[in-house]
């Protein structure tokens, strides 16, 4: 779950479906969940500069759903994956 604090610039905060404007010194907390996908998005000619922080629990899953993918991180380990190619649970297995 990201906690973000915007340091210089201006930008709009993409948040489950909603578009909001985002400033230095405006802080942010986005709860876990695909309920929440977030983007920040620098709206102005300026350098739009945050800080992010995490927990960075792993393993971790996310859903991007502009482009209908889904990532599982796990200590340095990365696997994308498209949902539209799943699989079944027991394909392949024996």
């Known amino acids: 779950m990201p906690f973000l604090v915007v340091l210089e610039g201006h930008g709009t905060l993409r948040v489950a479906g909603e578009m909001l404007p985002i400033g230095p010194g405006d802080v942010i907390f986005i709860p876990a969940g695909p309920e929440y996908p977030h ?3 620098n709206t102005s000619e300026a350098p739009l500069k945050y800080l992010s922080i995490s927990t960075q629990q792993r393993p971790e899953v996310c859903e991007y ?4 993918k889904v990532a599982a991180f796990n200590r340095g380990r990365l696997l994308i994956h498209r949902k539209t190619d799943s699989l079944d649970y027991w394909e392949g297995e024996p």
């Open 65 to 68: 759903p502009d482009s209908g």
């Open 39 to 41: 983007h920040i998005l």
